[in-house]
């Protein structure tokens, strides 16, 4: 049985930061991509970072480029969202999903499991 579970979200200031972690099990860790979605209230889910099954390429939401990092361990079966400079806009729930294709789109269908998401708000 294929899991992911969220944790690390909570409540923080504008300006803080907060790391998310997603630790996966049921499946072959290292060779899928890993991507982190979030969905605000009242608003569609939107991707927010993605990193390949091998590591080498992340890409990024174009409002979180330079606050936000995405992070691979293969050793924990875990991948991470550090985030920084939080803004406001930020809150939401953040969902991690695993992608067997191993490229990390931006794309929701290429995901084929989903955690159950952790709450982020971000206080001005």
């Known amino acids: 049985q294929v899991q992911l579970v969220e944790s690390g979200g909570g409540l923080v200031q504008a300006g803080g930061s907060l790391r998310l972690s997603c630790a996966v099990s049921g499946l072959s860790f290292s060779s899928y991509a890993m991507g982190w979605f979030r969905q605000a209230p009242g608003k569609e889910r939107e991707f927010v970072a993605s990193?390949?099954?091998?590591?080498?390429?992340?890409r990024f939401e174009d409002s979180v480029k330079g606050r936000f990092t995405i992070s691979k361990e293969n050793a924990r079966d875990t991948v991470y969202l550090q985030m920084d400079s939080l803004k406001p806009e930020d809150t939401a729930v953040y969902y991690c999903?695993?992608?067997?294709w191993g490229a990390g789109t931006d794309m929701e269908k290429s995901y084929e499991y989903w955690g159950q998401g952790t709450q982020v708000t971000v206080s001005s």
């Open positions: 990193i390949s099954w091998r590591g080498s390429t992340r």
């Open positions: 999903a695993a992608d067997a």
